[in-house]
């Protein structure tokens, strides 16, 4: 690969599974990644979905950093709606300050939840269109000079933690451009605007303190097995999963009922989320995974693996660290 590969670790929860076999198991995939040679592994904020367990974000990456030691650890991300800007700049601050040179702070304007858990977080449902103003509260909070009088973040002033925006649209394309800050795109999960905010966050790009130059974060889902028809079969139990979850409304489903649901027109949504994924042999991956690098224009792929069980997921991204000639990957 000619571009650095990172992880989007989404913290699950399997079936069978608890939220501390979750943990512990993005514990382990951080350590192996480290090993293999990836660049960062990110987690995302998530709340009320049982699946997955990243909702306390910072804490989980003060975790994982902790147990790491260089690989760059960060939120991918977090959902600043849900937030004060002062308690994220002291919170990412503080990780910071414990792990020098290794945080990244990704910053989401979806509330990442439905609206009556937004009411639970006790958060305005109008806090998204303050999502600019925020951004650059938190960024004085975290650089040389507060943007509000007589309030400064300690731990947070002086860290200068990189700000990365998130988005799936063409209003995270242009604030990170306006900002001069990194833009890192959904595509692993809402495809459909990747080419035209990547387009025009580079068209419109500002130069800035933290980057001179613009630079993408592209996300896709992978799988990768020692043969393509194990990998394929790892597809069809992951679009299982998801349709039980986004398209079951509570209901225990079988896999024949899942199945049913994924060919339904409902179905199609499943399977258009997925639209970026690299599935196969390692090679195969490798070579998806350079094409859809061109096709995003990228400068980083982020992947997220759609494998079902820790043991795959783990497989997944050591096969594809071994075939793409990352450093540690010898």
């Not at 690989?71 to 308690?87: E, Q, W």
């Not at 600019?132 to 509260?137: G, Q, S």
């Not at 990170?176 to 990547?198: I, K, N, R, T, W």
């Not at 986004?246 to 060919?263: H, K, M, N, T, V």
Request: charged residues 20%; contains cysteine.
């Amino acid at each position: 690969m000619t571009v650095p590969l990172s992880i989007l670790d989404l913290a699950e929860v399997g079936e069978g599974s608890t939220v501390a076999d979750s943990l512990a198991a993005t514990v382990r995939l951080a350590q192996r990644a480290e090993e293999w040679g990836y660049r960062r592994v990110w987690y995302a904020e998530h709340h009320n979905m049982p699946a997955i367990a990243s909702s306390a974000t910072a804490v989980l990456i003060a975790h994982v950093a902790a147990h790491t030691r260089r690989i760059r650890v960060g939120a991918g991300g977090v959902m600043l709606p849900n937030h004060s800007p002062l308690v994220i700049a002291e919170q990412f601050g503080t990780l910071a300050t414990l792990h020098p040179g290794r945080i990244d702070l990704g910053l989401g304007r979806a509330p990442g939840t439905d609206q009556q858990t937004v009411l639970a977080l006790r958060r305005d449902p109008a806090a998204a269109e303050r999502f600019p103003a925020d951004v650059l509260e938190l960024q004085g909070y975290l650089g040389d000079e507060t943007r509000v009088p007589g309030v400064e973040a300690t731990p947070g002033k002086g860290t200068h933690v990189p700000l990365y925006i998130l988005g799936s649209s063409l209003f995270g394309a242009r604030l990170a451009a306006a900002l001069g800050l990194p833009y890192a795109f959904a595509s692993h999960f809402a495809p459909d605007a990747l080419e035209a905010a990547v387009a025009t966050y580079r068209r419109e790009f500002r130069p800035s303190a933290q980057l001179a130059e613009p630079y993408v974060i592209a996300g896709i889902s992978v799988i990768a097995a020692d043969d393509a028809a194990q990998a394929h079969a790892e597809l069809a139990a992951a679009k299982r999963r998801r349709a039980k979850l986004l398209l079951g409304r509570g209901r225990a489903l079988s896999d024949e009922e899942a199945d049913a649901l994924l060919a339904s027109p409902a179905g199609a949504q499943v399977h258009h989320m997925m639209r970026y994924a690299a599935v196969g042999t390692p090679e195969q991956v490798r070579d998806d995974l350079a094409r859809f690098a061109e096709h995003a224009d990228a400068d980083e792929l982020i992947l997220a693996c759609a494998a079902p069980g820790e043991t795959a997921r783990l497989r997944t991204f050591e096969l594809i660290a071994r075939v793409s000639g990352l450093v540690s990957a010898a």
